[in-house]
T-cell receptor, first 113, second 113 residues
Framework: AQSVTQLGSHVSVSEGALVLLRCNYS??????LFWYVQYPNQGLQLLLK??????LVKGINGFEAEFKKSETSFHLTKPSAHMSDAAEYFC???????????FGSGTRLLVRP | DAGITQSPRHKVTETGTPVTLRCHQT?????MYWYRQDPGHGLRLIHY???????DKGEVSDGYSVSRSKTEDFLLTLESATSSQTSVYFC????????????FGPGTRLTVL
């Protein structure tokens, strides 16, 4: 069965520092991979996704993620954190033709001034 | 925001009472999903629909039923609410095609006392 593991339930960085949020997945077939962001008391917003093709995917708000098949990883990065990036981030894998999503448990990003 | 609304947005109810949550979409999407969000678990799929009157179970379907009598509405029913069903419930649609992405509604916060 597919699963998603996000390492670190909380990550704290200083404003201007590199953001790295880790995601590893298990899937027996080529996966569809997603990162979503959730701001307090809001729904989920799509940051970026990988389906096929280029393994480095660029998303909104300066985020990007790299699909590494050999490592079964899809880590999310941003070169320079901004205070507005403080939120919870979810990695997800798409399952079969029904496109059900399996989510990781989430990582809360804290940005220090 | 993919034209998704959820109602009610907040609800407090008592154990043993029936509860129905509504998801409404305005863009004629075929696929619709219900997830619940709980701390430390990310989002977990309850039920999904791939067309009018076509539904299937997800990972955590026990205690829930769904109905879809028309394309735009997907209802989630808790026949007899329990405290373990206190959660935030999100509806999502799948936008098929070049994007092939799930977009989420604003959520319903349900408290079962």
């Amino acid at each position: 069965a597919q699963s998603v593991t996000q390492l670190g339930s909380h990550v704290s960085v200083s404003e201007g520092a590199l953001v790295l949020l880790r995601c590893n997945y298990s899937s027996s077939v080529p996966p569809y991979l997603f990162w979503y962001v959730q701001y307090p008391n809001q729904g989920l917003q799509l940051l970026l996704k990988y389906t096929t093709g280029a393994t480095l995917v660029k998303g909104i708000n300066g985020f990007e993620a790299e699909f590494k098949k050999s490592e079964t990883s899809f880590h999310l990065t941003k070169p320079s954190a901004h205070m507005s990036d403080a939120a919870e981030y979810f990695c997800a894998v798409g399952v079969d033709s029904s496109y059900k999503l399996i989510f990781g448990s989430g990582t809360r990003l804290l940005v220090r001034p | 925001d993919a034209g998704i609304t959820q109602s009610p947005r907040h609800k407090v109810t008592e154990t043993g009472t029936p509860v129905t949550l509504r998801c409404h979409q305005t863009e004629n999407h075929r696929y619709m999903y219900w997830y619940r969000q709980d701390p430390g678990h990310g989002l977990r799929l309850i039920h999904y629909s791939y067309g009018v009157k076509d539904t299937d179970k997800g990972e955590v379907s026990d205690g829930y039923s769904v109905s879809r009598s028309k394309t735009e509405d997907f209802l989630l029913t808790l026949e007899s609410a329990t405290s373990s069903q206190t959660s935030v419930y999100f509806c999502a649609i799948r936008e098929v095609g070049s994007t092939d992405t799930q977009y989420f509604g604003p959520g319903t916060r349900l408290t079962v006392l």
